[in-house]
């Protein structure tokens, strides 16, 4: 600081200099002329200070300090005497060559002036009249207020940046807060909650040169509410002519707590159309009538190594599966109206998933999940148990009967698994399946170790017939490399994993990230061998590669398949290379899937793009091109949608290579019972499979919680669901409410300060923490409250003012309300306090550094008849380590 002033005394003392004493002939850089200037843009001050100089043709300033000040992708290389980049915008490149004379704007080129550049002993001092002109901004020097002012016509990137972080500091820390220790939404279930339906009907005509004419009417309508203290789900599909041909029924219970029957400590308990468990050697997971119970977390997978995704796929919706960003699979909407993505591969360490789901009135859903493979993945001391039984592709309620022969019937699964250290889990599993009429049962366990930077597991499965297969494998990370190992040995073995007559598989898989210039390229190296008992052994060699550049997501793979037979010649290999695209082209995003075949045959197997943009703010354009093979048929499509607030439609009409013609028409909608009390409303978005919130706002004028009829109702306020803003404004009662919640995920709803135009007036708690349930709306209610401010100074015991030390504001509840940062004499101020009492203490992480005691002994009331606390000055006192080193 002291050092900042001297500068600054000295360049008002060079500003009152006459010009005389710079009409040297031969200018040197001096002290006298030395400038320390603060950059300044608006009211913002950037950087740590431009240093510079004051010569007979102005001032010039270093040019490593604007750099860095203003962002500036630039490379100064003094060696070469040359520097090169650009400012602001790609388009506006700069290139300095002292050694040719000359300066590049853009296209431009000319010569170099001698007085613009000067070399000085901290670097390149450039004079600011021809530094305004090369980067585009104007450079003003205030001498006597020691700054350097910058004028531009449009907004620079910097003051942009400087926004949004303005704009994150006002918005309360929610994202340090712990939601178990914070309000919770108290919604009882109840005897009967009216439901929710989210609705999809489809009318297509369709001339087909292969199959003929037909008309199609289809529909499919999917409920979600409670009944006896359960939540109920209920899904009706029907075939091509309008007759319901699937029906499936659930009822469940779901605490992502684990607070469900009794000592049981159940997270989740079904009867109906329920899923079964999936296990690496025995099990597939199978959808039949039955029940189950568990006491796992919910987002937890069956396998270490692999998961599946289930979820919901109305007719003309598409999803995309995405791994750390990776796009890995693209899905079509199926018969069943789901999508799954099946044994999808799990890295070591922190697996971020994220299911895309695109509809077709333009609507995009995402879904994430984080999945953990390491130490914390295994749970010490706990234990988890799963038990269920169905009749394997069975519904509840069976209108028409598609089940596949060879795999249905009863089947039961029950097991358990125990942490048994930091590093050590095990577990054992039943089961009973029926196999081509045929009934199997099975033993099946695992030892799991985490060792070093990897997690290993070694499993077995018995047979009841004598059979048995072993399997082990290896999840690891060395450096930025992933590694899995699998292996696995079965005799006289048949289950739904492994199929009869299969002796084993072997195979290695690699993830490595690459960096390409800017660019992170993922690639994905695998092989596999299976062999088989007097049959024809395969081997499998993958490769792929992604890449995410300026939007575009681009996920390339070659596949190579070799089968070995035991007499004979081999059959040829089989090579095939496919290519999965999203990428967003102006107002256009595309995305595209094509496979290829590259062996004998070689040529184009399938390809599919699509097209989307907006026609407003409410309709998209579709269209999508396509190409078959096997039909030897190309087709092209159009479609138009809008979105209405209370219903979807889309037309679509599409044309095929060889005559082939469609049209067909979408409407969809949901609707349920109204939060607000007026009865039935109804949605173009989907109520039933995402939860929803009924909120209000409310100006707590008396502070004690709790609403009084003279208590006015707040409009026109933000609220934000997690850190995700809510679109709809609360209206003249107070209320909002928010649609597509993600069910069974708690989320803290809570009012966004930095939307609240009166700073006296802030949100009376950080919010309230709900678990949304499929199909019904939770109420909550969230106060206002009048709001004060709190400043003091803090200093040592020894007097001397602490800089830069983060002070935090506790409520009574222990969460930390506020955050703020002492300035350079030691004061701090934090503003817009709710009414209330409140505890101050220094932020552990900045204690430890000033090696100071965190807790400062306060205890603050901030109310109506002291809204402004002034604290004066407090005496932090040194750690107990930093006394003892004194007392030595």
Same mark, same amino acid.
């Given at each position: 600081?002291?050092?900042?002033?001297?500068?600054?005394?000295?360049?008002?003392?060079?500003?009152?200099?006459?010009?005389?004493?710079?009409?040297? +002939?031969?200018?040197?850089?001096?002290?006298?002329? #030395?400038?320390?200037?603060?950059? $300044?843009?608006?009211?913002?001050?950037?950087?740590?200070?431009?240093?510079?100089?004051?010569?007979?043709?102005?001032?010039?300033?270093?040019?490593?300090?604007?750099?860095?000040?203003?962002?500036?992708?630039?490379?100064?290389?003094?060696?070469?005497?040359?520097?090169?980049?650009?400012?602001?915008?790609?388009?506006?490149?700069?290139?300095? =060559?002292?050694?040719?004379?000359?300066?590049?704007?853009?296209?431009?080129?000319?010569?170099?002036?001698?007085?613009?550049?000067?070399?000085?002993?901290?670097?390149?001092?450039?004079?600011?009249?021809?530094?305004?002109?090369?980067?585009?901004?104007?450079?003003?020097?205030?001498?006597?207020?020691?700054?350097?002012? !910058?004028?531009?016509?449009?907004?620079?990137?910097? %003051?942009?940046?400087?926004? $949004?972080?303005?704009?994150?500091?006002?918005?309360?820390?929610?994202?340090?807060?712990?939601?178990?220790?914070?309000?919770?939404?108290?919604?009882?279930?109840?005897?009967?909650?009216?439901?929710?339906?989210?609705?999809?009907?489809?009318?297509?005509?369709?001339?087909?040169? $292969?199959?003929?004419?037909?008309?199609?009417?289809?529909?499919?309508?999917?409920?979600?509410?409670?009944?006896?203290?359960?939540?109920?789900?209920?899904?009706?599909?029907?075939?091509?002519?309008?007759?319901?041909?699937?029906?499936?029924?659930?009822?469940?219970?779901?605490?992502?707590?684990?607070?469900?029957?009794?000592?049981?400590?159940?997270?989740?308990?079904?009867?109906?159309?329920?899923?079964?468990?999936?296990?690496?050697? !025995?099990?597939?997971?199978?959808?039949?009538?039955?029940?189950?119970?568990?006491?796992?977390?919910?987002?937890?997978?069956?396998?270490?190594?692999?998961?599946?995704?289930?979820?919901?796929?109305?007719?003309?919706?598409?999803?995309?599966?995405?791994?750390?960003?990776?796009?890995? +699979?693209?899905?079509?909407?199926?018969?069943?109206?789901?999508?799954?993505?099946?044994?999808?591969?799990?890295?070591?360490?922190?697996?971020?998933?994220?299911?895309?789901?695109?509809?077709?009135?333009?609507?995009?859903?995402?879904?994430?999940?984080?999945?953990?493979?390491?130490?914390?993945?295994?749970?010490?001391?706990?234990?988890?148990?799963?038990?269920?039984?169905?009749?394997?592709?069975?519904?509840?309620?069976?209108?028409?009967?598609?089940?596949?022969?060879?795999?249905?019937?009863? $089947?039961?699964?029950?097991?358990?698994?125990?942490?048994?250290?930091?590093?050590?889990?095990?577990?054992?599993?039943?089961?009973?399946?029926?196999?081509?009429?045929?009934?199997?049962?099975?033993?099946?366990?695992?030892?799991?170790?985490?060792?070093?930077?990897?997690?290993?597991?070694?499993?077995?499965?018995?047979?009841?017939?004598?059979?048995?297969?072993?399997?082990?494998?290896?999840?690891?990370?060395?450096?930025?490399?992933?590694?899995?190992?699998?292996?696995?040995?079965?005799?006289?073995?048949?289950?739904?994993?492994?199929?009869?007559?299969?002796?084993?598989?072997?195979?290695?898989?690699?993830?490595?990230?690459?960096?390409?210039?800017?660019?992170?390229?993922?690639?994905?190296?695998?092989?596999?061998?299976?062999?088989?008992?007097?049959?024809?052994?395969?081997?499998?060699?993958?490769?792929?590669?992604?890449?995410?550049?300026?939007?575009?997501?681009?996920?390339?793979?070659?596949?190579?398949?070799?089968?070995?037979?035991?007499?004979?010649? =081999?059959?040829?290999?089989?090579?095939?290379?496919?290519?999965?695209?999203?990428?967003?082209?102006?107002?256009?995003?595309?995305?595209?899937?094509?496979?290829?075949?590259?062996?004998?045959?070689?040529?184009?197997?399938?390809?599919?793009?699509?097209? %989307?943009? #907006?026609?407003?703010?409410?309709?998209?354009?579709?269209?999508?091109?396509?190409?078959?093979?096997?039909?030897?048929? #190309? *087709?092209?499509?159009?479609?138009?949608?809008?979105?209405?607030?209370?219903?979807?439609?889309?037309?679509?009409?599409?044309?095929?290579?060889?005559?082939?013609?469609?049209?067909?028409?979408?409407?969809?909608?949901?609707?349920?019972?109204?939060?607000?009390?007026?009865?039935?409303?109804?949605?173009?978005?989907?109520?039933?499979?995402?939860?929803?919130?009924?909120? *209000? !706002?409310?100006?707590?004028?008396?502070?004690?919680?709790? *609403?009084?009829?003279?208590?006015?109702?707040?409009?026109?306020?933000?609220?934000?669901?997690?850190?995700?803003?809510?679109?709809?404004?609360?209206?003249?009662?107070?209320?909002?409410?928010?649609?597509?919640?993600?069910?069974?995920?708690?989320?803290?709803?809570?009012?966004?300060?930095?939307?609240?135009?009166?700073?006296?007036?802030?949100?009376?708690?950080?919010?309230?923490?709900?678990?949304?349930?499929?199909?019904?709306?939770?109420?909550?209610?969230?106060?206002?409250?009048?709001?004060?401010?709190?400043?003091?100074?803090?200093?040592?015991?020894?007097?001397?003012?602490?800089?830069?030390? =983060?002070?935090?504001?506790?409520?009574?509840?222990?969460?930390?309300?506020?955050?703020?940062?002492?300035?350079?004499?030691?004061?701090?101020?934090?503003?817009?306090?709710?009414?209330?009492?409140?505890?101050?203490?220094?932020?552990?992480?900045?204690?430890?550094?000033?090696?100071?005691?965190?807790?400062?002994?306060?205890?603050?009331?901030?109310?109506?008849?002291?809204?402004?606390? +002034?604290?004066?000055?407090?005496?932090?006192?040194?750690?107990?380590?930093?006394?003892?080193?004194?007392?030595?």
């Amino acid at each position: 600081m002291f050092k900042r002033l001297a500068a600054w005394g000295a360049a008002i003392c060079a500003a009152l200099l006459t010009p005389s004493a710079y009409a040297q +002939a031969a200018w040197a850089p001096n002290d006298d002329d #030395a400038l320390l200037l603060d950059l $300044r843009l608006g009211r913002l001050s950037l950087g740590d200070g431009v240093r510079g100089y004051r010569t007979p043709e102005g001032v010039c300033v270093d040019l490593a300090d604007v750099i860095l000040a203003l962002d500036l992708p630039m490379r100064l290389d003094k060696p070469a005497r040359r520097a090169s980049g650009w400012a602001f915008d790609e388009r506006n490149q700069i290139t300095v =060559d002292r050694a040719q004379n000359s300066v590049q704007i853009g296209a431009n080129v000319e010569k170099l002036d001698e007085a613009a550049i000067r070399d000085v002993p901290d670097g390149w001092c450039i004079a600011v009249k021809p530094l305004s002109r090369w980067i585009g901004v104007e450079f003003i020097p205030d001498l006597g207020n020691a700054l350097l002012l !910058v004028k531009s016509t449009a907004r620079l990137p910097v %003051e942009l940046a400087a926004e $949004r972080r303005a704009r994150a500091a006002a918005i309360p820390p929610q994202r340090g807060f712990d939601l178990k220790a914070m309000p919770k939404a108290d919604a009882p279930f109840r005897l009967w909650r009216t439901p929710s339906v989210d609705v999809v009907a489809t009318l297509a005509a369709i001339e087909d040169k $292969r199959t003929g004419s037909r008309f199609d009417a289809t529909y499919e309508l999917y409920v979600a509410g409670e009944v006896g203290k359960a939540s109920f789900d209920a899904r009706l599909a029907s075939d091509q002519n309008g007759v319901p041909a699937n029906l499936r029924l659930r009822a469940y219970r779901t605490d992502p707590d684990g607070g469900l029957l009794g000592a049981l400590g159940a997270t989740h308990f079904a009867l109906g159309d329920v899923a079964g468990l999936s296990t690496p050697l !025995v099990a597939q997971s199978a959808v039949g009538r039955g029940a189950v119970v568990t006491n796992r977390p919910i987002d937890r997978p069956d396998s270490f190594d692999r998961t599946d995704f289930h979820g919901e796929l109305p007719m003309g919706w598409d999803a995309e599966l995405y791994r750390n960003g990776q796009l890995l +699979a693209f899905a079509n909407d199926r018969a069943d109206g789901r999508y799954a993505f099946l044994s999808v591969p799990l890295l070591y360490g922190q697996n971020r998933f994220e299911v895309v789901l695109y509809g077709p009135q333009g609507q995009v859903r995402r879904e994430e999940r984080l999945v953990a493979v390491g130490v914390d993945s295994i749970p010490p001391r706990e234990t988890w148990y799963w038990a269920g039984i169905n009749e394997a592709n069975t519904d509840l309620i069976m209108l028409k009967d598609y089940r596949d022969p060879r795999n249905r019937g009863w $089947r039961g699964s029950v097991g358990l698994e125990r942490g048994i250290d930091t590093y050590t889990s095990t577990g054992a599993q039943l089961h009973s399946l029926v196999l081509e009429d045929v009934r199997h049962n099975y033993a099946e366990a695992f030892v799991r170790r985490a060792i070093g930077p990897a997690l290993v597991e070694v499993s077995g499965a018995y047979e009841d017939t004598g059979g048995y297969a072993l399997r082990a494998q290896m999840l690891g990370q060395f450096g930025r490399s992933y590694l899995t190992v699998e292996s696995v040995l079965a005799h006289d073995y048949r289950s739904d994993r492994i199929e009869p007559g299969v002796t084993g598989w072997h195979g290695i898989a690699l993830d490595h990230s690459l960096n390409v210039g800017r660019t992170i390229l993922p690639v994905h190296l695998e092989a596999r061998y299976e062999t088989r008992a007097r049959s024809i052994d395969t081997l499998e060699l993958a490769a792929r590669a992604s890449a995410n550049v300026s939007g575009l997501v681009l996920t390339g793979q070659l596949d190579y398949r070799a089968d070995m037979v035991p007499t004979g010649p =081999d059959p040829p290999a089989r090579i095939e290379a496919s290519l999965l695209a999203n990428a967003r082209l102006g107002r256009v995003r595309l995305r595209g899937e094509t496979r290829f075949r590259l062996s004998r045959g070689a040529g184009l197997e399938t390809a599919t793009v699509v097209g %989307e943009w #907006a026609a407003g703010e409410r309709a998209d354009w579709r269209a999508e091109l396509g190409y078959d093979r096997s039909y030897d048929r #190309a *087709r092209l499509g159009f479609g138009y949608s809008r979105r209405f607030d209370r219903f979807a439609v889309t037309a679509s009409v599409e044309g095929a290579s060889d005559g082939s013609v469609a049209a067909g028409f979408n409407l969809a909608f949901a609707f349920g019972p109204d939060p607000r009390g007026r009865g039935i409303r109804m949605s173009a978005t989907k109520l039933a499979s995402h939860g929803q919130v009924f909120a *209000r !706002v409310w100006r707590d004028s008396n502070n004690d919680g709790v *609403r009084q009829r003279s208590e006015p109702l707040e409009r026109e306020v933000q609220l934000a669901a997690g850190q995700i803003a809510v679109e709809r404004l609360t209206d003249s009662q107070g209320s909002t409410v928010i649609d597509g919640l993600v069910p069974f995920r708690p989320v803290l709803i809570g009012i966004d300060a930095a939307s609240l135009p009166d700073p006296l007036v802030q949100p009376a708690s950080p919010g309230v923490v709900v678990t949304p349930r499929p199909g019904i709306a939770i109420a909550i209610e969230l106060p206002l409250s009048s709001a004060g401010e709190i400043h003091g100074t803090l200093v040592r015991g020894g007097g001397g003012a602490i800089e830069g030390v =983060d002070l935090e504001l506790v409520d009574d509840e222990g969460r930390v309300l506020r955050v703020t940062r002492t300035e350079f004499d030691g004061y701090f101020l934090f503003e817009g306090v709710p009414y209330g009492r409140y505890a101050i203490r220094i932020a552990q992480i900045s204690a430890d550094a000033a090696r100071l005691r965190a807790a400062l002994g306060l205890s603050v009331v901030v109310g109506e008849a002291r809204p402004s606390v +002034a604290l004066g000055t407090i005496a932090a006192e040194a750690s107990a380590s930093r006394s003892a080193e004194a007392l030595r």
